[in-house]
């Protein structure tokens, strides 16, 4: 089954406890994004990808890192979490078609809470 | 500030009943436009999507309706089921700014038995 998954789905953990979400695709998509969903704001960018070892800002990147060692691949570091970064993460992939971002396929989510 | 502004935050419709989701722009060169559904516990999904060249597209019981002069853009989701209770997010991309998403605030839609 085409899919992209999301490890762990919830996790609560305390401020500056360094952590990691996984984020893995079947379906050999170039292109893999980050956004976090809070209240209001729907979904915002953290970085994305658009292949190995390609990585870039997106519209709120600060507290976050990134890496792209694999094309399924693509993991979200908080190397220092604070209470602000609690939030619904979501991972996303798909085709680029010249150049261009084609339809994207979401993970179920992560649920973080940082105390 | 929000690029795309959508409204309402949430919304209460008895099954039957049309839903009604508005979405707001600024920027004039986003040329796609696209609807997510999103159900609990889940991730969102392309529910459907329009260019600026047409004014409405429809799809089954969901229709988009573009206003390019009013820079709006609105989804109407005829006969409402509770099937369709989900979260809805509009959303805006130029694509030759390489497609990139701009999502609005979201709309949670319960639809009453």
């Known amino acids: 089954e085409a899919q992209v998954t999301q490890n762990p789905r919830y996790l609560i953990t305390v401020t500056g406890k360094k952590l990691t979400v996984t984020c893995s695709q079947n379906m050999n998509h170039e292109y893999m994004s980050w956004y976090r969903q809070d209240p209001g704001l729907g979904l915002r960018q953290i970085y994305y990808s658009m292949n190995v070892e390609v990585t870039d800002k997106g519209d709120v990147p600060e507290g976050y890192k990134v890496s792209r060692k694999e094309k399924r691949n693509f993991p979200l570091i908080l190397e220092s979490p604070s209470p602000n970064q609690t939030s619904l993460y979501f991972c996303?992939?798909?085709?680029?078609?010249?150049?261009?971002?084609?339809?994207?396929?979401f993970g179920p989510g992560t649920r973080l809470t940082v105390l | 500030q929000q690029q795309v502004k959508q409204s309402p935050q949430s919304l209460i419709v008895q099954k039957g009943g049309i839903s009604i989701i508005n979405c707001a722009y600024e920027?004039?060169?986003?040329?796609?436009f696209p609807w997510y559904q999103q159900f609990p516990g889940k991730g969102p999904a392309l529910l459907i999507a329009i260019r600026p060249d047409v004014s409405e597209k429809k799809e089954g019981r969901f229709t988009i309706s573009f206003n390019k002069s009013a820079k709006q853009f609105s989804l109407h989701i005829m006969d409402s089921q509770p099937g369709d209770s989900a979260t809805y997010f509009c959303?805006?991309?130029?694509?030759?700014?390489?497609?990139?998403?701009?999502f609005g605030g979201g709309t949670r839609v319960l639809v009453k038995p």
């Open positions: 920027n004039t060169a986003f040329d796609y």
């Open positions: 959303a805006a991309s130029i694509k030759a700014a390489g497609n990139k998403l701009t």
């Open positions: 996303a992939s798909s085709f680029l078609l010249s150049g261009s971002i084609g339809e994207q396929f």
